[in-house]
């Protein structure tokens, strides 16, 4: 998939496509029904589909101490953009020069004559244009002005627990908040994923503990579950700082493993930076320098205070047996 950076360096030779807009962070189901029927629209067409999407969050320009935790980076968002069929992928700085195109300048400019849209597909919630004042109520007004195809695509409602819930990044970040990460799950359509580099931890995990961890340098602003334990499938990935696997180990990069994952401080040893922690069950290897996903499963049982080292290996010989048992399930 194609990915260009700034309205300016998408290319001049794009030629026609059909455009979806959103942040679509997390790229959860909703935004998949979204993504779905664009996609579709433009191999009708026998055109390129192409998602615009923002960085950072238009939050930022405006409220910038209330942006959100993102879902996911923008190499994610990438990553799943791809998964459900999409040619190619504009990310945008919502700055204040963008922010205040005028709606149907925005139609006009940026949809048709940029990006040569055929036809454009928004979710119910879309709005865009100078303060906003661009709704799917008025895009398809817009559209036909400029000859542009508007389809407006109706948000998702899933339900759970006898009780019906919409869709969205908001729903979601509180879940994982919470640390329901099943029911983050059932709204994103996969198991929520936290990427980073392995680095070194407090190295008491093997040499104290007997539980090995590969500790992940998450980005800054990531959503992570709260604190816990939890059930979760780990993969190592190539990076060029670690092309090839640990020759004495026996983790294979690209191969899914079960993992049991502590996220949140060790309060039992008073530590106070907040980490995700993937024991491999029965696996070894030297990790460092190499690229850990993360995918979160179930939650197993909130962070514990123990009165001894002994009380908290026991437990953890308990989360393991717990990890597998629930990841057994999902084979």
Known sequence: MEIWYGLDNAPEDLGDTVVTIGVFDGIHLGHKRLIAAAVSDARARGVKSLLMTFDPNPVALFAPDKVPPALSTVSRRAELAEAEGIDAMLVVSFDKNFSSIPPEDFVRTVI?????????????????????????????????KCGVDVTIVDLLDVTAADSTERVSSTRIRG???DGAVSAAASCLG?????DGDVIPG????????????ANIDFAEGLAVPADGVYAAWFTAQPTAARPETDPKGDIEFGVRYP?????????????????????????HADLYGAAG???????IRGMEKFDSVEELIDRMNQDVVDTEAILAKTD
């Open 190 to 194: 996969y198991f929520y994923r936290v």
């Open 112 to 144: 048709r004559d940029k990006l040569n849209a055929q036809a454009v597909f928004v979710g119910q919630n879309f709005t865009y244009g100078q303060k906003a004042a661009g709704t799917a109520e008025t895009m398809p007004e817009h559209g036909r």
């Open 259 to 283: 993992a049991a994952v502590s996220v949140g401080t060790n309060v039992t040893f008073g530590d106070t930076d907040r980490t995700v922690e993937a024991y491999v069950i029965d696996r």
């Open 175 to 177: 879940l994982l908040a």
């Open 293 to 299: 996903q993360v995918e979160f499963v179930d939650r």
């Open 202 to 213: 407090q190295g008491r995990g093997g040499a104290q503990l007997g539980f090995p961890t």
